[in-house]
């Protein structure tokens, strides 16, 4: 079975560029989440999609970032415009629909931002 | 604020030896993860711990947690070079079972020969 996959593993774009990341989760996983490490500090959640509806969105540090998961498949997570702090390790997670004992979170391997 | 706080932030080991990861949080939560993370790699779940008092061990890493102390620890007994990793503590953000993880700093582990 497939894990988590995230694309693209790099991306390296100028100050002010947009840039798309994109997460596939585990197939049939209804929760899709997105987590990011700046340089040095924690993973830190940005929000969490049941499906295609974002069920929470409160880590999402401001309106330069838009997720999307269209058909409650694959999810994108667009950076625009992008700024020197927003450089650091995005995580996606997915976890199958509880039943009975709460399902744990697989991760992909991440995607490396860096904003120059 | 629910914060996780881990330490050391970095250890350096001889093969053989034996240490310990501590996780501090500062609130009540209903599970505690140990994840390990190799480099450019993805985050592998280690430990889900439920209760208080549930230990965990797997191979040459036994965990640990105390609810009233809001503890957990990493035990590595005998290290090997193949742990040497990342390290990372989490707790569920809500308190319940969410996946809503809050993470600690990370601990990375260099084992020597």
């Known amino acids: 079975e497939a894990g988590v996959t995230q694309f693209p593993s790099h991306s390296v774009i100028e100050k002010g560029q947009t840039v798309t990341l994109r997460c596939d989760p585990i197939s049939g996983h209804d929760n899709l989440y997105w987590y990011r490490r700046v340089m040095g500090k924690e993973i830190k959640f940005l929000l969490h999609f049941v499906k295609e509806s974002k069920q929470d969105e409160s880590g999402m540090p401001n309106n330069r970032f838009l997720a999307e998961r269209t058909g409650g498949t694959y999810s994108t997570l667009k950076v625009q415009p992008a700024e020197l702090e927003d450089s650091g390790v995005y995580f996606c997670?997915?976890?199958?629909?509880?039943?009975?004992?709460?399902?744990?979170?697989?991760f992909g391997q991440g995607t490396r931002l860096t904003v120059v | 604020e629910l914060k996780v706080e881990q330490n050391p932030l970095f250890l350096s080991m001889q093969e053989g030896k034996n240490y310990t990861i501590y996780c501090n949080y500062s609130?009540?939560?209903?599970?505690l993860y140990w994840y390990r993370q190799d480099p450019g790699k993805s985050l592998e779940s280690l430990f889900v711990l439920l209760s208080n008092g549930a230990v965990k061990q797997e191979g040459r890493l036994m965990a640990s947690l105390d609810t009233k102390a809001r503890l957990s620890t990493l035990h590595i007994t005998a290290a090997v070079h193949d742990l040497s990793a990342t390290y990372f503590c989490?707790?569920?953000?809500?308190?319940?079972?969410?996946?809503?993880?809050?993470f600690g700093t990370g601990t990375l582990l260099a084992v020597q020969p």
């Open positions: 989490a707790v569920d953000r809500d308190g319940g079972a969410t996946n809503k993880l809050i």
């Open positions: 997670a997915s976890s199958p629909k509880p039943t009975g004992f709460f399902p744990k979170a697989f």
């Open positions: 609130t009540t939560s209903d599970r």
